[in-house]
C-alpha cells in the first residue's frame, strides 16, 4: 500500500493505492488563489469495497503531516479532517501543524474548483 500525492489543479489529492493498482481511497483539497499556505480539505473517500480497513484515517494522518512538513494552514471543509482536529486540534498544533475554521468563501472556492473554474 502507498499514499501519494497528486498535485493537480485547480483540486489535488492524497491518494491510496494497494499495489500498482489505480487509487482505491482519495482526500481531496484545494489550495486557494491568493491564499499562499492555506490547503482547503473539503472531501474524503475510500472505495466501497475497500471501506473498513482504515484507509481515510491513513490519508487523514498522511494528509496532515504532510501540511506540517510543507508549514500549510488546514482548513478543514471534509466532516472527516474537521472532527479529527476538533477532537485532536491540540495536538496537531503542538507538532507543528495550523488550521482555522473554514468560511463561506473558503466553500465558494471549492464549488468554483470542482467545476474547474480556479
Avoid at 43 to 49: A, F, I, L, Q, S
Avoid at 52 to 80: F, M, N, Q, Y
Amino acid at each position: 500500500m502507498t499514499i501519494g500525492l497528486e498535485e493537480t489543479t485547480p483540486v489535488g489529492a492524497y491518494v491510496v493505492r494497494l499495489g500498482d493498482g489505480p487509487p482505491v481511497g482519495r482526500a481531496q483539497f484545494v489550495d486557494p488563489p491568493g491564499a499562499a499556505g492555506e490547503r482547503i480539505f473539503f472531501h474524503t473517500e475510500v472505495d466501497e469495497e475497500y471501506g473498513g480497513r482504515g484507509l481515510a484515517g491513513l490519508l487523514l494522518r498522511e494528509a496532515l503531516a504532510d501540511s506540517i512538513r510543507r508549514k500549510l494552514t488546514v482548513v478543514p471543509v471534509c466532516p472527516l479532517f474537521a472532527r479529527h482536529l476538533k477532537a485532536h486540534g491540540d495536538e496537531f498544533v503542538a507538532a507543528g501543524g495550523a488550521f482555522r475554521r473554514p468560511i463561506r468563501d473558503d466553500l465558494a472556492v471549492v464549488a468554483r474548483a470542482t467545476r474547474g473554474e480556479v
